[in-house]
């Protein structure tokens, strides 16, 4: 090494360490970090990567060292007995392979290894420990060595045991501390920012972060209040138990009435483990809490006892990371977009970020207000999140790292395409375009209207309907049939080929149930949901045509409000000619609007929450609208049933407290049998 190099080296050691330091701080104590975990996860790798080659620089405070920070001094603090070590991390399958091979050559095994994998949930670690089967303390893990003691805030957690399951094979073990992660799932997080919000409170930027803080708190009945729930994964010592294995602790504890996490798989090989990373990483938006990656642990003790510990981690486990969901990035400016109910949406035009594997440059920003909660200028770095197969949403803004220049988003007095005055409800939050012919709601409702769960017309994208719009070749939805082959070959990637298939495709989406017909309407308040409800009542149009008001509000499942959309939407003459021309040109609304037509679950309100091991979420919500059933997405006291599936968090509480029928999965499949 040269001695030129040298220095940059050590200079560029020291500020990491001082970086990860005060990041540390912010991530740890203030629960406000201003980078992203990928960020974070980048400056650690390359610091310890620098620490290992130039070990003449290491120092035994450096971040490497020690994960987390210092315990708050308000909390009394406790010595963990075994130190709670973090993990190795890896990014991606090649380093998962390594670690396989590395510890083969470790154990002198040139056969398969079994390991556990499990899922690296995202939320804070805990230390529990149990005396003569009874909660005495909990912790946090705190600098590794020293936590702080959080007993109180950890009882109120439902999910937390308080006494162990007495197992009749086998005594209570006298001392028992058992590891796991507390979280807050991802439905449950966003009520609690809502709340937040609703209250001018500063918003938690993500679900690990509202978790540590609710734990956080002095007094404890405010973390009462909170959403928490666990997951157990390890013991500090489980001679304790008896246990020879990590499969055989965790069914252990399972037996003691811990929650372990149900996706766990055990004594599975290394091809199994990188099926389980890809399946895990593939459904990670699914889950109804948040996972950062999967814990593999080499299953048999004996094994974990050959392979040891480095002064940071054990040799017998890694974490193999996912791909960050939040990333920081800037907004460069603030716009309005035009929806097809003339709603105003502020989106975020961003500095181009990869989310995840997808670049984004644009964000939702939803409204008005939200803009004004979140504190959202342009010119600000924020943290923008993906979510589901949602589009991507600014999340908060890094109000630290502002410089001055920043502006406010100010919402135009005009809409942005056709200038005409908009209007804001004072019970909205909505700005909207109020002029009916302004060009963004024409193409939203069409565009609404050939969607998939609409009249599914295929191969009638968007960039054809702004065509047809915009030369003013159609003016509403109902003049899609009279389109013809020699109209629109003409248009912009078209052909005579692509015409004759949109033409036949229009042709095809004539034949349509009541409820699609309903919803493809594109009458506000009326989603696939409430268009079902009101197609099994009314039967044809006709009898929607006449319906009044209180008519309407007598159906179960419509209120007021949706009632009042209905009656204005068919009172005005121009929708009226519409739907007329639509019967006109050919369309035939079908009046039964039950596939199956079982209506063995009519007039019951389902909720779904938590994860369904056999089903998705929609496939369930399907299969009860078949039936004839409704699902909500809150519980009430007009709820029947509430279908409970793994981790389901507040829902679960709250039907029990309203006195709901609870159903298991299994309990709802032999319903629907
Ligand atoms: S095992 C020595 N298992 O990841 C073994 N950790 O850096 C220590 N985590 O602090 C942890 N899910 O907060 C383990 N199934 C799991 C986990 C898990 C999440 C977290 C935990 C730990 C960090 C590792």
Excluded at 90 to 117: C, H, P, W
Excluded at 251 to 275: A, D
Excluded at 418 to 447: F, H, L, W, Y
Aim: glycine share 6%; net charge negative.
């Amino acid at each position: 090494m040269t001695d030129k190099v040298n220095p940059e080296i050590e200079r560029r050691i020291a500020h990491l360490r001082q970086g990860l330091h005060q990041h540390n701080h912010r991530y740890f104590v203030l629960d406000d970090p201003i980078i992203s975990d990928a960020e974070y996860d980048r400056m650690m790798k390359e610091l310890i990567e620098l620490e290992e080659s130039f070990p003449q620089f290491s120092s035994s405070d450096s971040p490497s060292a020690r994960v987390g920070s210092p315990p708050l001094e308000k909390f009394e603090t406790v010595t963990h007995t075994v130190p709670m070590m973090s993990l190795d991390k890896g990014f991606n399958e090649k380093e998962l392979i390594s670690f396989d091979q590395r510890v083969r050559k470790l154990l002198n095994m040139d056969t398969d290894i079994f390991y556990t994998a499990e899922p690296k949930i995202d939320g804070v670690a805990v230390e529990l420990v149990y005396e003569n089967g009874v909660l005495a303390m909990a912790s946090t893990r705190g600098d590794g060595i020293r936590g702080e003691v959080i007993t109180a805030n950890v009882k109120t957690i439902q999910t937390v045991p308080l006494r162990l399951q007495q197992n009749t094979h086998q005594p209570l073990p006298a001392l028992l501390e058992v590891r796991g992660e507390i979280f807050i799932s991802k439905d449950n997080f966003k009520l609690l920012n809502e709340e937040r919000a609703n209250l001018n409170l500063s918003l938690f930027a993500n679900p690990r972060n509202a978790a540590a803080g609710s734990l956080r708190q002095l007094d404890s009945s405010i973390t009462a209040q909170r959403p928490l729930e666990i997951y157990i994964y390890n013991v500090s010592d489980a001679t304790v138990l008896g246990t020879d294995s990590q499969a055989a602790t965790l069914k252990t504890l399972k037996q003691l009435g811990f929650r372990i996490n149900p996706l766990i798989l055990s004594k599975v090989t290394l091809s199994e483990v990188i099926g389980f990373f890809r399946d895990l990483d593939a459904k990670r938006l699914e889950l109804a809490y948040e996972i950062d990656g999967m814990v593999v642990k080499v299953d048999r003790f004996s094994d974990q006892q050959v392979l040891g510990m480095t002064s940071r981690s054990p040799r017998w486990a890694i974490a193999l990371k996912f791909k960050a969901l939040q990333e920081r990035t800037r907004v460069l400016d603030i716009q309005v977009q035009v929806g097809r109910t003339g709603a105003l949406t502020p989106v975020a035009y961003l500095e181009p970020v990869n989310v995840a594997g997808a670049m984004v440059s644009r964000a939702t920003l939803h409204n008005e207000d939200e803009v004004m909660k979140k504190d959202v200028r342009i010119g600000d770095m924020v943290f923008v999140q993906r979510a589901g197969d949602v589009i991507p949403e600014v999340v908060k803004s890094i109000i630290s790292s502002r410089s001055g220049t920043e502006r406010q988003f100010v919402m135009p007095s005009v809409c942005p395409i056709c200038n005409m005055p908009v209007s804001r409800d004072v019970e909205e939050s909505v700005t909207r375009c109020v002029n009916d012919e302004c060009p963004a709601i024409i193409q939203g409702k069409i565009k609404h209207f050939a969607s998939k769960s609409a009249f599914d017309i295929d191969g009638l994208g968007d960039k054809l309907i702004d065509q047809l719009v915009d030369r003013k070749l159609i003016f509403s939805y109902a003049d899609l049939f009279a389109l013809n082959v020699d109209v629109l070959k003409n248009l912009e990637r078209m052909g005579e080929k692509s015409a004759q298939n949109i033409v036949i495709a229009i042709e095809n989406s004539k034949l349509i149930s009541f409820a699609r017909f309903l919803f493809a309407l594109g009458i506000r308040h009326v989603g696939e949901h409430i268009a079902r409800i009101l197609a099994a009542e009314f039967k044809n149009i006709k009898s929607i045509f006449g319906a009044t008001a209180e008519a309407l509000e007598a159906v179960e499942g419509i209120g007021p409000v949706v009632a009042h959309s209905i009656v204005d939407f068919f009172a005005k003459d121009k929708n009226r000619e519409i739907i007329d021309q639509l019967i006109k040109s050919g369309i035939i609304i079908e009046e039964n609007n039950n596939a199956k037509g079982d209506a063995s679950l009519k007039g019951m309100t389902f909720v779904l929450t938590g994860k369904l091991e056999t089903m998705t979420r929609s496939q369930a919500k399907k299969l009860i609208e078949d039936s004839g059933g409704a699902v909500s997405g809150s519980i009430s006291s007009k709820t029947d049933y509430l279908v409970a599936g793994d981790s389901p968090g507040s829902k679960l509480v709250k039907a029990r407290t309203l006195g709901v029928c609870i159903l298991s999965e299994s309990d709802f499949e032999n319903m629907l049998s």
